[in-house]
């Protein structure tokens, strides 16, 4: 492929993923994003999203904040990169939206993506890659840290969450990678460097 191209990396919480977006910008020497809060507006759409405090935000609302984060986000990162011939790598995207506030939240998925393709139009990402792992896993990665109102949202929302990412995967695997995320942080990015090259040939 020798046009830039936009990959995300997905996942519950604790899967790993911005660890290894992170690892996969440097060896692809692409601009390293993330939503929410990849720009200077979004980072304050974030601190509501993710404040503890916040404790009455109607789930419609919380998903219009992420679709004003992520137009945002695409005018000012996403699209300006790939318009200058550079590579993009995003711990989330709009499958995260799909995942949390779709399956977790229990709105229509139909509709959340409705809203989401309003906000950014045709820049959706061009390869996912899910981290996944079974909840035992990610429960023991998530021991002592500090956790934000969506880490507090409870194991009944959260197994919702990662089916969802699941059942998006299995119906796209065109665009889809599932990476078993309960190995080592070396094995699992070799194994996500090996999969872009085979599947985008970067």
Not at 11 to 33: H, I
Not at 49 to 74: C, F, N, P, S
Not at 187 to 192: C, F, L, S, Y
Request: proline share 2%; net charge negative.
């Amino acid at each position: 492929m020798t046009r830039p191209v936009y990959v995300t990396l997905e996942g519950s919480e604790g899967c790993g993923k911005s660890t290894q977006a992170e690892r996969l910008a440097r060896d692809l020497d692409a601009v390293l994003t993330r939503e929410t809060g990849g720009t200077a507006i979004g980072r304050r759409l974030r601190d509501i999203l993710h404040d503890v405090t916040v404790d009455d935000l109607d789930d419609h609302a919380e998903t219009l904040i992420v679709a004003a984060d992520r137009a945002q986000h695409l005018a000012q990162v996403v699209r300006p990169a790939l318009a200058n011939d550079r590579h993009v790598v995003s711990d989330r995207s709009v499958y995260s939206t799909l995942a949390y506030q779709g399956y977790g939240r229990g709105l229509p998925v139909d509709e959340v993506r409705r809203i989401n393709e309003w906000a950014i139009g045709t820049t959706w990402p061009d390869l996912v890659i899910l981290l996944d792992a079974d909840e035992a896993v990610l429960a023991a990665r998530m021991q002592g840290r500090e956790l934000d109102r969506f880490e507090r949202a409870g194991d009944d929302f959260h197994q919702r969450v990662r089916a969802g990412f699941l059942a998006m995967a299995a119906a796209d695997p065109d665009h889809w990678i599932v990476i078993d995320a309960a190995n080592d942080q070396e094995a699992i990015a070799e194994t996500i460097r090996t999969a872009v090259r085979d599947r985008l040939g970067i």
